[in-house]
């Protein structure tokens, strides 16, 4: 079997830039668009930017964790790499598509890889509609905010407000509040992959809040719509004594 073309994107700290050009050298470099996989070297912030720069290209990704957490990401290892990534394990993504619209100016859709949340933008607690599939689920929460998570996302904001882990596969959305003051108890619910949530904003005026899907913002919304996007697909690979399904189980254990 034909070893794959390779391209390496990298992040701007020095240890990612370092090995790009190490591994570079060694492997040699072509553009992305005309590459077989892109391995991209840096953090789980990194690879969310790869991942949206290669949107609608069809092209796998394999990440070398040169950052922090490195959820999403492969151990960094030089030797061996066209055999490793040829014996990758590939993982599937759908995104989720928001839609957001504002008092004055046109909707604006972005999508997330991880999550969308709402958030408040002042000192006022936001207060949130919750409609799923055209019917009102919670008629008021009042709240920082609240998301909607992809499983991948799912062990990064969502964990950190409290949200559950889903396993790839399961087929369900985590729907999280943050820091949710009426209904106190309500800690969210899980939804299927085929559910179509809306947030309605009451008082915007004076509760203004903005919506934000992965490192895309927008402010002073009134209404937002988000749902899963299958006809978008991501491919991210993992070596296969550690793939993402792995990852998502084995962090439901971390103590």
Known sequence: MTAPRIAFLAGQTDAAQDARARLAARYGDVAPEEAGIVVALGGDGFMLETLHRLLGRGVAVYGMNRGSVGFLMNDYVEDDLPERLMQAQAATLHPLRMQAEVADGPTQEALAINEVSLLRETRQAAKIRIIVDGKTRIEELICDGILLSTPAGSTAYNLSAHGPIVPLGANLLPLTP?????????????LPTDARVVFEVAEAGKRPVAAVADYTEVRDVRRVTVWEDRSVTLTLLFAPDHNLSERIIAEQFTV
């Open 178 to 190: 943050i820091s949710a003051f009426r209904p106190r108890r309500w800690r969210g619910a899980l």
